[in-house]
Structures are given as structure tokens and as C-alpha cells.
């Protein structure tokens, strides 16, 4: 017997938040240590803590004990705040200190390798060739603007020596098989490192570098320089629009291309450490390519490349290589994990993460859409409504929700997340989109966003989620709109700048312009000069595109939530938005979370949030939500 008709968005689902909080791994980093996998992962059910793990006869084991969190503030994103040798020796930056810290192997007592005192930050730990490098970020008390340079660590925790500064942010190191030269990548404000970078290259002459030379870049944005050899230097670039990898050498040769590909091997650095290629031991390069999507290639030492089927389609970083053998997080149809893969000898094992209590029949497919918008076309990627066990009524249309990635400059592929099927199990469609400025399209998609912030990502998303209404596939009366930070932003927009939306949803979303430039972070210090205008100049811009301006134009219904320690976007944005709604008399709650910052990490907040966005798009578009508790709406 066919199932009762049920109205979209009050289907049964087994997906219940506490298990999407489980699901949803969070790999942060992953290493061959001898014969072993070790990788970093945020334990949501530990505070968000952020562990070290590894296999051991068949169970997952800490390496890194509680309360200890290896967690980098280094641009206030962090990233490679790990490293291990071969015998088992743990570096790591604890979260609480932002000192480096070294256990070995056997040991239960961490040592510190970096001294205490002053606002001094660890990142990008990496050990290359039995020496320990990283990024230094000096806050101490008294400069007007932090110091970054890069560092060499000593193992025996006798101090941190300077081998290069001269920038304002540096990222990438790479030491030559010989460990006579440097390479690094180096950037300035006002640029970001996606607008533009150096890629410099150095003798290290008495343990520092005394003189460089810039290898590739200025008007475009390389990355992750590696060494094939003690001479030949491999890196990715961007100078033809798009990210492909290039050579060159220590004799300033011309950099060359290395099968070229209308597909991006590279992408917004925003974590130190992200890798997105690797070379092989016999000469072979294995490498992310994005259009879109993720897919993993091997490229042969005469350029011909070859399709390496794996399970992950975005978020996809190779975090360590040896041999053949590479590990590879990212996520796909299963969720986010870890995955070991040898590139001639096997089918790609599952590490960490990418399960679930639930069949693979609760996961929406995706469906890759392409919108004609006002600014060109519009990318995204729709999940209807999935449940093997549920229809809706004859003539019903499913109320959607249309996310909104941060960064701007980020990006979202094809595969679905235990958040989105929490929504499509229930009847509710999901239309994720990569609005112009998002990576993953080329520098010419990404560059459509400069000047334009709180204009073109507002007239895209507003494009595709009507473009999915006058299709059929979405109820027009019941879109709804989601995004966190940047995302918040566009949310905010669009609210205050079209009808398209009958609900929002804002996660730490920036609401005043001019607030976010007083407020923010060094690294972002100057984001806005590219995708608004520089200070005081555009001032007025800033006004007239901040949705605080407009808040008498607020008045659809929105759920704000904001971490009370986040210094990327201050809770004072929120606050201000919630003290508008109140006077407008507009439907509206506020959830704030003590502990946390910049992006949730704790299980329970991540439970509290996924129920609270169900219950509120129920009260706003008037259907009922089993299994989740009520929510209070001011």
C-alpha cells in the first residue's frame, strides 16, 4: 500500500540532528606516520575539540589526549596546526596558547618548543627534510599591525628561528631536498591571496634568507610551491584565468605549463596548508581539478592525464603523499572523510568519517543547474526533496531553501551534507548555489564580484532560486534564504533588496560595512577594498550597501545565530540586526552561543541549530515539523 500523502516539510525522517552532528567528520589534516594514517578531526561531542587520531587494530584511538586541541589562529582561520615524524613524535599548536608543543611517542606530558608570553601565534606546521617550519603571527601589545614571517623551529625547544618576513602574509613554505634554497608564497594588503600573490624563491645564507627573487606571479595568484628536485620547482597559477600547475627553476627559467586544463588546481587560500596536488615518487603528479566539481587526475611525466575515479567530489585537498599512495579528504554522496588511496594498486579505502546510521536512499542526488542572471550565468547545484517512504499531495510544490556559502570567495560541489539531507528527508528542497566570486569557475567568474559585493551575489541568488520556481520544481511563496559570515551577508541583502524571500536564516552574518572594516581581523583587514572600495573614499558605498542602512526594508521573518566569541564578525552585528527586527515588529529569534566563535563546533550547538532553522521554516511557511522542538518566535 502506497503511503498517505504528507504536506513537504512534515515527512517522517530518520535523520534526526544529534546523528547529522555525529555524521558530519570534520577532517582537519591527515599524515603517513611510518606504517600508520594519523589525521586531525574536530570532535563536536569534546566541545569542538580539536583531536589527533589514528587507526589501532581496528578502532579509532586519540594520539593527542583531552583536554589538548591542536588548533591554529594564524589569520584567525588557522590550518597545518599538526605534524608527526616517522617514529611517532606529535608537533602541534595548542589552541589555548597558541604555542607549538611537542609529545612523543609513548609519552602523556607534551614539551613546548616555542616560549610563553606575548600574543604570539603558531600555523602551517610542516617537517620537511627532519626540520620543523611554520608561519609566525606576532600580536604582542604595541604593534599597530601583527608581524608574519616564516620560522624554523628547533626540536629540542631551544627557540624559533626567523628565515624570511618582508610581507605582510606568508604562506606555503617549501625547503629544497638539499636545504639550501626557499620557496614560499607572499602576499600584501590590500590583495588577498587569491587577487593577487609572489611566488618567491631564496637562498637561506647563514639560516636566513638575505636575498629573493619573485618566481612567478604579481598580477595573478600562484600557490603551494613543491619541489621535484633540488632545482625544479613545481607550483599552480593562475595567470591564463585559470589555476593549473607550471615549472620552473633555480636559473629564472620562463615558467611552463604542465597540462593545461580548463579546470582550476588551486582555490581561495584561506587555511594555511591546503594542498592541492602532490608529486609522486616516480615522477607522476597527482592533482585536484575543479570545474564545478572535484575530480582527482594523475598526470604522466608526458602530460597525458588520467581520470582517477574516488568517492569525494569536493572540499577535496590531498593532505599527505607517499610512494603511490595518497591520502585524500573531502566529501561525496556519504559525508565528509578521509580516504587512503594507492594510485596504481587498489580500490581507495575509507579512513575516517563517511558514514552514517542512515542508507545511502536518504541522500539527495544532486542536479548541477546553470541560471541566466543579470551579471551572466548563475551556477548551483539543487537537492530536491528525498524519502523512500514519502510523497506530498497532488499539485504541491516543496518549499525550498537556497544556501549561501561564506567567504565570498568560496565554493560548493556536488555532494550532499548530513545538513542538507536533514531538509530533503523531510520534504524541504535545498538549491545550493556559487554565486559570482565563488572559486571553481576561473578568475573571470570569480572577479565578477569585485566592486559588486551586496550586488551581484544578491541579483544571483535571487536568479536561481526564481529560475528554479519558474521551473515547477520549487514553491515560489516558500523560498527561503541561508548562509552564514559572508553568506550572512548576502542573506541580509537580499532581504532588505528584493521579495524573493519569504524567510531567513543568518549565521554571524556581517550587517554593517563599515563596522565589519573597523572590527575584522588583519588578514581580511582589507578584503573590502576589492569587493567594495577602498576607506574613506567609498564610504558612502559602504552606507548604501550595508542592509543596517535599510532596516526599515526588513520585514521578513529571521532566525539570527551568533557565536559570542567570534572576532571575525563581532556579535554586535547580530545584536543590531535583532534590535531592528524587535522595532519593526518582525518575527524574529536569536540564539547565542557562549564558546563559541567563528564557524559552530559544539555537538550540542550543531543540534540546536539544525532543529531551531526546522522548526522556524515550519512556523514561517506553516507546516508542521515532528520530532523537533517548537521555537519562540519574537
Not at 134 to 142: I, K, N, W, Y
Amino acid at each position: 500500500m502506497s503511503p498517505a500523502p504528507t504536506p513537504y516539510g512534515s515527512w517522517i525522517s530518520p535523520l534526526t540532528a544529534a546523528e547529522v552532528s555525529a555524521a558530519s567528520a570534520r577532517i582537519e589534516g591527515a599524515r603517513f606516520v611510518g606504517e600508520n594514517v594519523w589525521w586531525g578531526e574536530s570532535i563536536a561531542e569534546e566541545a569542538g575539540r580539536s583531536g589527533v587520531r589514528r587507526e589501532a587494530s581496528g578502532a579509532v584511538v586519540d594520539v593527542l589526549p583531552a583536554p589538548w586541541s591542536a588548533r591554529s589562529r594564524v589569520h584567525e582561520y588557522g590550518g597545518a596546526s599538526w605534524t608527526a615524524d616517522d617514529d611517532g613524535t606529535l608537533y602541534f599548536v595548542e589552541k589555548t596558547d597558541q604555542r607549538v608543543w611537542r609529545l612523543d611517542a609513548g609519552t602523556a606530558a607534551p614539551v613546548a618548543l616555542t616560549p610563553e608570553g606575548g600574543d604570539v601565534r603558531y600555523g602551517g606546521l610542516s617537517l620537511q627534510h627532519g626540520r620543523l617550519l611554520a608561519v609566525r603571527e606576532d600580536h604582542t601589545p604595541g604593534r599597530a599591525v601583527p608581524a608574519r614571517d616564516i620560522v624554523e623551529l628547533a626540536l629540542d625547544g631551544s627557540g624559533p628561528t626567523s628565515l624570511v618576513a618582508g610581507s605582510d602574509f606568508v604562506a606555503h613554505p617549501a625547503l629544497s631536498p638539499d636545504g639550501a634554497h626557499l620557496a614560499w608564497i607572499a602576499w600584501d594588503h590590500p590583495h588577498m591571496a587569491w587577487d593577487s600573490a609572489e611566488l618567491r624563491v631564496g637562498a637561506l645564507d647563514g639560516g636566513r634568507i638575505a636575498v629573493w627573487r619573485t618566481a612567478a606571479g604579481g598580477a595573478s595568484s600562484p600557490l603551494q610551491p613543491e619541489w621535484a628536485d633540488d632545482d625544479a620547482l613545481v607550483f599552480a597559477d593562475d595567470p591564463t584565468g585559470r589555476w593549473n600547475l607550471w615549472r620552473t627553476d633555480l636559473a629564472g627559467a620562463a615558467p611552463t605549463p604542465v597540462a593545461p586544463a580548463d579546470a582550476d588546481t588551486g582555490g581561495a587560500l584561506w587555511v594555511l596548508g591546503t594542498r592541492w596536488y602532490g608529486l609522486l615518487a616516480d615522477g607522476r603528479i597527482v592533482a585536484v581539478r575543479t570545474n564545478g566539481s572535484d575530480a582527482l587526475v594523475v598526470i604522466d611525466a608526458d602530460g597525458g592525464v588520467q581520470d582517477l575515479p574516488v568517492e569525494p567530489v569536493t572540499q577535496l585537498s590531498l593532505e599527505d603523499v607517499r610512494g603511490t599512495r595518497v591520502l585524500l579528504s573531502g566529501a561525496g554522496p556519504r559525508g565528509a572523510g578521509l580516504w587512503l588511496v594507492d594510485i596504481d594498486a587498489s580500490e581507495p579505502r575509507l579512513i575516517a568519517g563517511a558514514s552514517s546510521p542512515w542508507g545511502e536512499e536518504w541522500m539527495p542526488l544532486p542536479r548541477a543547474v546553470t541560471t541566466s542572471g543579470p551579471h551572466g550565468p548563475v551556477h548551483a547545484f539543487d537537492y530536491p526533496p528525498t524519502n523512500p517512504g514519502a510523497t506530498a499531495p497532488a499539485g504541491e510544490r516543496p518549499p525550498y531553501v537556497v544556501f549561501v556559502h561564506g567567504g565570498p570567495t568560496s565554493h560548493v560541489g556536488g555532494a550532499a551534507s548530513g545538513r542538507i539531507a536533514y531538509l530533503t528527508s523531510r520534504g524541504i528542497g535545498v538549491l545550493d548555489v556559487n554565486y559570482g566570486g565563488s572559486t571553481g569557475y576561473g578568475r573571470a567568474y570569480r572577479e565578477r564580484l569585485l566592486g559588486q559585493w551586496g550586488v551581484v551575489d544578491v541579483d544571483d541568488v535571487v536568479a536561481a532560486a526564481r529560475g528554479l520556481a519558474d521551473e515547477g520544481a520549487a514553491d515560489p511563496q516558500r523560498l527561503a534564504i541561508a548562509g552564514g559570515s559572508a553568506g550572512g551577508w548576502t542573506v541580509l541583502c537580499a532581504l532588505t533588496g528584493s521579495d524573493a524571500f519569504g524567510a531567513g536564516i543568518s549565521r554571524y552574518g556581517v550587517a554593517d560595512l563599515r563596522l565589519l572594516a573597523a572590527d575584522t581581523h588583519d588578514f581580511e583587514a582589507r578584503y573590502l577594498d576589492g569587493l567594495v572600495g577602498p576607506l574613506p573614499a567609498a564610504e558612502e558605498l559602504y552606507i548604501e550597501r550595508s542592509p543596517l542602512s535599510h532596516l526599515e526594508r526588513l520585514r521578513t521573518p529571521l532566525l539570527i545565530e551568533q557565536g559570542l566569541d567570534d572576532r571575525v564578525v563581532p556579535p554586535s552585528q547580530s545584536e543590531a540586526v535583532r534590535d531592528a527586527l524587535a522595532a519593526n515588529g518582525v518575527a524574529h529569534a536569536y540564539l547565542a552561543f557562549e564558546g563559541e566563535a567563528h564557524g559552530f563546533r559544539r555537538a550540542d550547538t550543531l543540534v540546536t541549530t539544525l532543529e531551531a532553522e526546522l522548526a522556524f521554516l515550519g512556523r514561517v511557511f506553516g507546516f508542521a515539523t515532528p520530532g523537533v522542538p517548537d521555537i519562540d518566535l519574537d
